[in-house]
């Protein structure tokens, strides 16, 4: 089983504020680092639900807590959290959710998933293997106009036109098909990148982000919560980079005030009230952590807290 460490573990736990007996949601169970920390303090009367759409993560999950009872695993998108939630009897009554986004180690790790660009292996990037679009069919198939435009909205990268370009006159020559063979084409046609990062690292991420629908994915999952979560219950979720995070960032914004529709009213309506509460301010690793796991580095944690209605 390849390792994952998880990030920002104490403090997921102690922002979760974990009562013994409660029920919990980890919307990305990954290797279930964040999920067994989690079962050790809600006691036996505890019970855990935890979603993965990447079946290797679910197959791990199995073998792992096969004998415990208070384990929920469930094969699916975060996206539908809530309408699962609703599904099983418990909506508002989940006493804090998970959030982990972003990729994880062992899908990084393992060359055959596609996502590393600097170990070779299918360009495929796709979190859940049976089904949609991967990476290969994207850069087949996609305008120059299409890579463009993804690779500077998902990926941030100033030299999105340059780099698409140069993948659509190399899809010309030969059918790009291997991860190598993608980041050697993307580090050619990229003049300047950041100093310790690998030239292809803004476009694999863009190309993975598209693949995966991965911030349609993380909106549906935030309104999901607010289904899932009881009054007091803790929204934590933790990102990757500065797009996942604002949209985190954003939807506690919103969510934390009153519809401004309703903006000076002397009644406004429960559904156009508070929803959430944000609790402290945004938390990044220590240096110990980031000494530990490099991995870390860019994370942050954002909590809120459910209002009662």
Not at 111 to 136: E, I, K, W
Not at 184 to 210: L, M
Not at 267 to 283: F, N
């Amino acid at each position: 089983m390849l390792s994952h460490t998880p990030v920002l573990l104490q403090e997921v736990l102690a922002a979760l504020d974990i009562r013994e007996g409660g029920r919990y949601l980890d919307a990305t169970f990954g290797r279930g680092g964040h999920s067994a920390a989690i079962l050790e303090r809600v006691g036996p009367q505890g019970a855990l639900i935890a979603f993965d759409r990447d079946p290797a993560a679910i197959a791990a999950g199995r073998e792992r807590f096969a004998n415990d009872g208070r384990m929920t695993l469930v094969s699916s998108a975060f996206s539908r959290l809530g309408s699962v939630v609703t599904q099983m009897g418990l909506e508002g009554a989940i006493d804090g959710v998970l959030l982990d986004l972003g990729v994880s180690s062992p899908q990084l790790d393992e060359a055959a998933r596609g996502f590393s660009f600097t170990q070779d292996g299918p360009l495929d990037m796709r979190m859940d293997v049976s089904s949609g679009m991967t990476a290969a069919d994207f850069v087949a198939k996609a305008s120059e106009h299409d890579i463009a435009r993804v690779i500077r909205d998902f990926g941030e990268e100033k030299f999105a036109k340059r780099i698409a370009r140069a993948i659509v006159n190399a899809r010309r020559e030969a059918p790009i098909v291997s991860t190598l063979q993608l980041a050697q084409i993307v580090s050619q046609a990229n003049p300047k990148w950041e100093p310790g990062k690998h030239p292809a690292t803004r476009t694999f991420q863009a190309i993975r982000i598209q693949v995966n629908q991965e911030f349609e994915e993380i909106r549906a999952a935030l309104a999901g919560s607010l289904i899932a979560l009881a009054p007091h219950g803790r929204l934590c979720a933790i990102s990757f980079h500065s797009l996942e995070d604002n949209i985190v960032k954003r939807f506690m914004q919103e969510q934390s005030q009153e519809d401004p529709v309703y903006a000076g009213l002397p009644d406004v309506p429960a559904h156009a009230r508070p929803k959430l509460r944000r609790v402290g301010k945004p938390i990044h690793p220590s240096e110990a952590e980031v000494a530990a796991n490099p991995r870390a580095r860019s994370s942050v944690l954002r909590v809120a807290e459910r209002v009662a209605a």
